[in-house]
């Protein structure tokens, strides 16, 4: 398994930036797909973004697609999230995930079941 830590969570208004971080310890984090997903008080987690392992592949929830932009940097064995345009409804715990049994695959999947590590979530909070 991959161990994940979250990072670059906090307070922002409305239509302001953030970029969260997730960083990865373990050897096979640059071969499998990795996710962003978010869970807001009193609602079920969802799926936000996901990148294959070398970045040739990229799927979004509609929700934030042309308003985030995810990435990673399989050197630094870090994953991004890019959010611009923040909205209120944006505001979560983001969590990052790895789908250890993606090897080299350029899937990209949205079901949080295909993910088998996380981590433990960072908040994100947008004010109106």
């Known amino acids: 398994q991959v161990q994940l830590v979250e990072s670059g969570g906090g307070l922002v208004q409305a239509g302001g930036s953030l970029r969260l971080s997730c960083a990865a310890s373990g050897r096979t984090f640059g071969t499998v797909t990795m996710g962003w997903f978010r869970q807001a008080p009193g609602k079920e987690r969802e799926f936000v973004a996901a990148?294959?392992?070398?970045?040739?592949?990229?799927y979004y929830a509609d929700s934030v697609k042309g308003r985030f932009t995810i990435s990673r940097d399989n050197a630094k064995k870090t994953g991004y999230l890019q959010m611009n345009s923040l909205k209120p409804e944006d505001t979560a715990v983001y969590y990052c995930?790895?789908?250890?049994?993606?090897?080299?695959?350029?899937?990209?999947?949205?079901?949080?079941?295909?993910?088998?590590?996380w981590g433990q979530g960072t908040q994100v909070t947008v004010s109106s």
């Open positions: 995930a790895a789908d250890g049994t993606s090897y080299y695959s350029d899937y990209v999947g949205g079901d949080d079941y295909e993910y088998d590590s």
């Open positions: 990148i294959s392992w070398s970045g040739s592949s990229t």
